[in-house]
């Protein structure tokens, strides 16, 4: 059983940064897709950005393409989502999720979540 557990949301102002980390335990040694997804308030889940554990290979939003970098600390099983030049369409709660393949922006291609974190940006 995987588990995720997030960190380093929290409230910072238009242009500033944050960085979102996931710890993971529970591999099995296989590859994932690891992927940060976001839900607003009244708003449906999406995907921000994922990657294959095991090749690396990253996919991201259009909204945050250039702004947000996903990459990963294998030796420590951690997930990283760099989030820059924040705006306050970014305010969000945050999930990490893993799962085994498939579309990397659909909520039904992984199997595990974390509790999730809040990024709050202010103009």
């Known amino acids: 059983q995987v588990q995720l557990v997030e960190s380093g949301g929290g409230s910072v102002l238009a242009g500033g940064s944050l960085r979102l980390s996931c710890a993971a335990s529970?591999?099995?040694?296989?590859?994932?897709?690891m992927g940060w997804f976001r839900q607003a308030p009244g708003k449906e889940r999406e995907g921000v950005a994922a990657?294959?554990?095991?090749?690396?290979?990253?996919y991201y939003a259009e909204s945050v393409k250039g702004r947000f970098t996903i990459s990963q600390e294998k030796a420590k099983n951690l997930l990283y989502l760099q989030m820059n030049s924040l705006k306050p369409e970014d305010t969000a709660m945050y999930y990490c999720?893993?799962?085994?393949?498939?579309?990397?922006?659909?909520?039904?291609?992984?199997?595990?979540w974390g509790q999730g974190t809040q990024v709050t940006v202010s103009s």
């Open positions: 999720a893993a799962g085994y393949g498939g579309s990397w922006n659909l909520a039904t291609s992984f199997a595990y």
């Open positions: 529970g591999y099995t040694g296989r590859s994932y897709l």
């Open positions: 990657i294959y554990t095991g090749g690396g290979s990253q």
